[in-house]
């Protein structure tokens, strides 16, 4: 994955652990990087090994760890340093939901090497939709959820989201009901 990956994972620990925090997760990883260049492709397993390390030095589920994460991408990192790329994609959720599906060419416009999830929309109303989720990496659900969790936040409109489809019982894909209030105050 891009660097910005890691570096935006790094931002929430030190943020909510301090530097001390980061260092113990970095080493429980075997990780001895410390900058990340944003736009440098990574393997992914050093953000797998991330994740675990702070899920172990943490004492948190890593499915936690990854809910926390998908809000922190998308109030902090994406909001904060592709903002452009997020107010694009719409203003009010239900627009940047049915624009999700497409979200990620944009990104591919400036990252090529981007090999990024894919997502549609089903059974659209003005409350809820369907969104089924394709990707060839493994365990990143909950990943969505916080994603889903933190674009609410974001606009101030609560969202639910469960998982009505899991990839690891037979399919090739989630899917997640996600559905929030059409009239937010
Ligand atoms: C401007 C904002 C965003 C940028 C720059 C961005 C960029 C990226 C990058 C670099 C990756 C790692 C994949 C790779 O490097 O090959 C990624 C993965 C991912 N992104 Fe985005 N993204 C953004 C917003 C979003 C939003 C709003 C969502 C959904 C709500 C989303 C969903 C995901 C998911 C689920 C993955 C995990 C990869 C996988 O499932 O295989 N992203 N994105």
Same mark, same amino acid.
């Given at each position: 994955m891009y660097g910005m990956v890691n570096k935006a994972f790094k931002d929430m620990v030190v943020m909510h652990h301090g530097e001390s925090g980061w260092e113990q997760i970095k080493a429980k990883a075997g990780v001895?990087?410390?900058?990340?260049?944003?736009?440098e492709s990574y393997s992914d397993d050093i953000t797998y090994n991330l994740i675990g390390a702070a899920s172990e030095v943490l004492k948190v589920p890593a499915e936690q760890i990854l809910i926390g994460f998908g809000e922190h991408w998308v109030m902090h990192t994406a909001s904060e340093g592709y903002g452009g790329l997020m107010k694009a994609a719409g203003k009010a959720l239900p627009e940047f939901m049915r624009n999700l599906p497409n979200f990620h060419s944009r990104v591919t416009l400036v990252f090529p090497k981007l090999q990024p999830p894919h997502f549609r929309c089903t059974d659209i109303t003005d409350r809820s939709l369907n969104l089924p989720y394709y990707s060839?990496?493994? $365990?990143l659900a909950p990943f969505v959820v916080g994603l889903m969790q933190g674009l609410g936040k974001n606009v101030k409109t609560p969202v639910v989201v469960r998982q009505v489809?899991?990839?690891?019982? $037979?399919?090739?894909h989630d899917v997640f009901g996600v559905a929030w209030n059409p009239n937010p105050a």
């Open positions: 001895d990087m410390d900058v990340f260049m944003s736009n060839h990496r493994r $365990g489809a899991v990839k690891d019982q $037979g399919g090739d």
